[in-house]
């Protein structure tokens, strides 16, 4: 015989209270498995920081190995520091030219022109198809034959543009092809023009797909950055080859150069992590644990 309650209860109250402890029940399932989820997060990133340690011990025992002077390092590293800021300078200036570069490659590999089409492709070919060394010695010793004279720095920062810009066409060509056609067709159905169309609709979205690669382009551009010590540009890599010459210390100061490499390359991947994140918004649904 099932107890009576009140005699004056309202059927539909009972349901109520039913529904509010089942989704109560169902709260506490979630908030379970996201703590569970963050506790997992926790130790894989325990276990990530213990297997740097790990390689880092087996680093430092191979570099005891190589017989360094630390003192010499120390002595110098200061020096070598300097140069950072003429890398990050270069890299960044060069990156900016590069984007542009690759921008308008880009529409015009996509175009229906000849002309624009021709231009496009024999320059991505044959800045893809040269070294980058060549590409700078070019640059910077043949221009002033055509009575074009420039200084080391724009001559490096130009040969970086136009070596990474014909790498980057092809990442900005497959970012604006990866938008649909309907959204193409539904601009021109808006009266739009082609400009006001790839402003509005295709790059603004192309630019989430973009900017992931372009990153990585940057960070190796970082790198290369290093061959316009060739000109006497006093940036990291030059730094460290002159201390390194002078002392009879290449390991030591090249080891340091390297470090400051890694460090750059650390910091610019966090921030491009973090614009990656705010581009994506809306666009992805952020879990407990990142896959």
């Known amino acids: 015989m099932k107890p009576i309650v009140g005699g004056d209860q309202n059927p539909g ?14 709260a506490d399932v979630k908030l379970k498995h996201i703590e569970e989820a963050r506790r ?18 087996v680093l430092l025992y191979v570099f005891n190995r190589f017989n360094l002077d630390f003192a010499f390092m120390l002595k110098y ?3 070598i520091m300097k140069g950072v800021g003429y890398t990050i300078l270069v890299s960044l200036l060069s990156i900016i030219a590069a984007s542009i570069l690759a921008l308008f490659g880009a529409i015009a590999r996509l175009s229906k022109n000849p002309v624009f089409y021709g231009v496009a492709t024999f320059y ?4 893809r198809g040269t070294p980058l060394i060549v590409q700078i010695f070019v640059i910077y010793l043949g221009l002033p034959q055509m009575g074009i004279v420039l200084g080391a720095i724009p001559a490096g920062i130009i040969a970086l543009a136009v070596c990474y810009g014909a790498y980057m066409t092809e990442i900005f060509r497959a970012g604006i092809q990866s ?3 309907g959204q193409i067709e539904a601009a021109y159905s808006l009266g739009m023009t082609y400009s006001q169309m790839m402003r509005r609709v295709v790059l603004p979205q192309a630019f989430r797909i973009i900017i992931p690669p372009t990153g990585n382009e ?4 970082l790198k290369d950055s290093s061959l316009v010590a060739f000109l006497g540009v006093w940036e990291l890599f030059f730094r460290a080859q002159k201390v390194g010459r002078q002392n009879f210390r290449n390991m030591e100061t090249l080891i340091i150069a ?8 650390i910091i610019f991947q966090y921030f491009q992590g973090r614009l990656e994140a705010h581009l994506a ?11």
Do not use: C, D, N
């Not at 940057?218 to 551009?221: G, L, Q, T, W, Y």
């Not at 390297?258 to 390359?265: D, G, K, P, Q, R």
């Not at 918004?281 to 896959?291: F, L, P, Y």
């Open 13 to 26: 109250e009972g349901v109520e209270v039913a529904r509010a402890i089942e989704g109560l029940e169902v």
């Open 40 to 57: 997992a997060q926790i130790i894989f990133v325990l276990w990530v920081a213990l297997v740097w340690m790990g390689i880092f011990a």
């Open 77 to 79: 590293l200061p020096f």
């Open 124 to 127: 991505v070919s044959l800045i």
């Open 179 to 181: 938008i649909g056609r």
């Open 218 to 221: 940057f960070i190796a551009m």
């Open 258 to 265: 390297a470090l400051f490499y890694w460090i750059v390359t």
């Open 281 to 291: 918004k809306g666009t992805r649904r952020i879990t407990g644990m990142a896959h």
